[in-house]
């Protein structure tokens, strides 16, 4: 069974920094692209990001370019995102997804979410 | 960017009925690589079809997708209880962008 789980989500102040991270299982994870989707508080989704197998290529939306960085480790099977200078409008629910090995640009498998905030 | 616009925003219709909900793209999406996905409340998205018709594993038959183009349009034949949630469109040509959702709320 396919298992995603975030963690590492929280309260940070603006301009502050936070690391996400997904376990996953259940699957061969050097085989796939991941990915970063996330979604405001009573809103719709957003792709954020997405990394290769290898780690070798990955995309941002233009409004977290130059500020998070999508990463992975294929021998723990764990996906991070590092988010600086973050922002109010980055308050979301911050999923992790397994992105579909065939390039057709779908999400096949999402975790539960951790929850970003971030308030002065 | 391809932008894409679901309609209508709220479907309200009762269990047994027909729901048909549609997504147009700013742009003609790539190769028709639009998927759709099904979230309720406090869970995760869950795909349901991918690649504009084909159902993704585990999906009731009750669920079809049509479309190609910039015209997109899901389809569920007759609604169950389990199906009252909220509908996205997403596509993959240029980009990853999703639509905005679409409530089907029971009447």
């Known amino acids: 069974e396919v298992q995603l789980v975030e963690s590492g989500g929280g309260l940070v102040q603006p301009g502050g920094s936070l690391r996400l991270s997904c376990a996953a299982s259940?699957?061969?994870?050097?085989?796939?692209?991941l990915s970063w989707v996330r979604q405001a508080p009573g809103k719709g989704l957003e792709w954020v990001a997405n990394?290769?197998?290898?780690?070798?290529?990955?995309y941002y939306v233009d409004s977290v370019k130059g500020r998070f960085t999508i990463s992975r480790d294929n021998a723990m099977n764990s996906l991070h995102l590092q988010m600086n200078s973050l922002r109010a409008e980055d308050t979301a629910l911050y999923y992790c997804?397994?992105?579909?090995?065939?390039?057709?640009?779908?999400?096949?498998?999402w975790g539960q979410g951790t929850l970003v905030t971030v308030s002065a | 960017e391809i932008v894409l616009t679901q309609s209508p925003g709220t479907l309200s219709l009762s269990p047994g009925e027909r729901a048909t909900l549609s997504c147009r793209a700013s742009q003609s999406v790539y190769r028709s690589y639009l998927a759709w996905y099904q979230q309720k409340p406090g869970q995760a998205p869950r795909l349901l079809i991918y690649?504009?018709?084909r159902r993704a594993t585990g999906i009731p038959d009750r669920f079809s997708g049509s479309g190609s183009g910039t015209d997109f349009t899901l389809t569920i034949s007759r609604l169950e209880p389990e199906d009252f949630a909220v509908y996205y469109c997403q596509q993959h040509g240029s980009s990853w962008t999703f639509g905005q959702g679409t409530k089907v709320e029971i009447k």
């Open positions: 997804a397994r992105y579909d090995s065939g390039g057709e640009g779908y999400f096949d498998y």
């Open positions: 259940g699957f061969t994870f050097s085989s796939y692209w």
């Open positions: 990394i290769k197998e290898d780690g070798s290529e990955k």
């Open positions: 690649g504009a018709s």
